[in-house]
């Protein structure tokens, strides 16, 4: 266990509110990785903080599925005995990735907090929040959840649009201190989704786009044809073939679908963080100040009834995003004065 990190859990912890006598579970998986040293870090500032922390170590596999990368299913699926001793927890610390899935959902339903933390150690030290990137994540979702449309724009000939108002907008700043509340440390952006039929007109992903699952910078662009909320036409070379190929194998219509749309603020974050470090599954890359993050499947985490498990992240740079006809971030750069960092 490193006992720098330690202190930087301890920070972490004590941002998400975490007092004395509190119960906090960690959950994990027995995946030989060191996200066990992420348990045991977490697990000893609980216990500086005088908190109550115990650790739920469950099975990653029980011989059914694939062990591939398939969102909405979880260790904890027809696991009754965990999912009791995790709503126990005042705070759930997710090392296991339980997003998009029913269980997360119950376990927030019962009042618990859950935050998820699977990055590397040194993403996680770096990107470390604090309190005004929460008030500036927290107004750009003021602000967005007043819109009634969203556009993305780009002289590479990007011009899509989202028709807003059926979902929720989502805030993620790296912590949560508020009951039943989700957060994923590291983050720092916000998103909500169209009306399912409500996105239209062509996204140009550019080089330098990154595609997570992938993990990877796209080096060709890759013409998305959108209408009616879902792909119609995936045109390009190299990286769309890679695209279109690894969303056939789902079998899947739902997969076509456009998912969530909103922008990154931390200004921690790089662009180019994830050439150096793929470890982690890239929050990073998601919330480099600035991106524009574009996806692609299912929208149930919004409310909606899209359970694809295929789904793709994909934040871009150098975009325009306009909400109704304001303006909102111009080529990469945010133009809002009260979303920017303080100089
Ligand atoms: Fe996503």
């Known amino acids: 266990m490193e006992y720098d990190f330690v202190n930087v859990c301890r920070e972490e912890l004590r941002l998400c509110g975490v007092h004395e006598a509190e119960p906090v579970a960690i959950l994990s998986a027995d995946t030989p990785d060191e996200l066990l040293g992420h348990a045991a870090a977490f697990m000893q500032a609980a216990k500086e903080l005088g908190a109550l922390p115990y650790h739920v170590r469950v099975p990653a596999y029980r011989g059914t599925g694939s062990g591939g990368w398939e969102v909405g299913t979880t260790p904890l699926t027809g696991h009754p005995a965990a999912m009791t001793a995790l709503k126990?927890?005042?705070?759930?610390?997710?090392?296991?990735?339980?997003?998009?899935?029913?269980?997360?959902?119950?376990?927030?339903?019962?009042?618990?907090?859950?935050?998820?933390?699977?990055?590397?150690?040194?993403?996680?030290?770096?990107?470390?929040?604090?309190?005004?990137?929460?008030e500036r994540v927290e107004f750009a979702g003021d602000v967005l959840a007043k819109a009634e449309s969203l556009r993305i724009e780009h002289d590479n000939g990007t011009k899509l649009t989202y028709r807003l108002g059926r979902y929720p907008v989502i805030t993620e700043y790296g912590y949560t201190d508020e009951p039943g509340r989700w957060d994923h440390w590291?983050?720092?952006?916000?998103?909500?989704?169209?009306?399912?039929?409500?996105?239209?007109?062509?996204?140009?992903?550019?080089?330098?786009?990154?595609?997570?699952?992938?993990?990877?910078?796209?080096?060709?662009?890759?013409?998305?044809?959108?209408?009616?909320?879902?792909?119609?036409?995936?045109?390009?070379?190299?990286?769309?073939?890679?695209?279109?190929?690894?969303?056939?194998?789902?079998?899947?219509?739902?997969?076509?679908?456009?998912?969530?749309?909103?922008?990154?603020?931390?200004?921690?974050?790089?662009?180019?963080?994830?050439?150096?470090?793929?470890?982690?599954?890239?929050?990073?890359?998601?919330?480099?100040?600035?991106?524009?993050?574009?996806?692609?499947?299912?929208?149930?985490?919004?409310?909606?009834?899209?359970?694809?498990?295929?789904?793709?992240?994909?934040?871009?740079?150098?975009?325009?995003?306009?909400?109704?006809?304001?303006?909102?971030?111009?080529r990469g750069d945010v133009v809002v004065p009260d979303m920017r960092p303080r100089s």
């Open 88 to 134: 126990e927890a005042s705070l759930v610390i997710d090392l296991v990735f339980m997003l998009f899935s029913k269980e997360q959902l119950e376990i927030q339903a019962s009042g618990t907090r859950i935050l998820l933390a699977v990055e590397p150690t040194d993403v996680l030290t770096r990107l470390l929040p604090d309190r005004h990137l929460r």
């Open 186 to 330: 590291p983050s720092g952006f916000i998103f909500t989704g169209a009306h399912d039929d409500g996105v239209d007109g062509t996204m140009v992903l550019a080089p330098g786009s990154i595609i997570y699952p992938f993990k990877s910078y796209i080096r060709t662009p890759i013409t998305l044809r959108i209408e009616a909320g879902k792909i119609v036409d995936i045109s390009g070379e190299l990286d769309a073939a890679l695209m279109r190929d690894y969303m056939d194998q789902f079998h899947d219509p739902d997969g076509y679908a456009i998912s969530h749309i909103g922008w990154g603020l931390n200004e921690k974050a790089r662009w180019s963080g994830p050439t150096m470090d793929t470890r982690g599954i890239g929050q990073e890359g998601r919330s480099f100040y600035g991106n524009v993050l574009f996806a692609t499947g299912p929208n149930q985490e919004l409310g909606g009834k899209n359970a694809s498990p295929c789904h793709m992240d994909i934040p871009v740079h150098g975009y325009s995003l306009y909400l109704d006809d304001r303006q909102i971030i111009d």
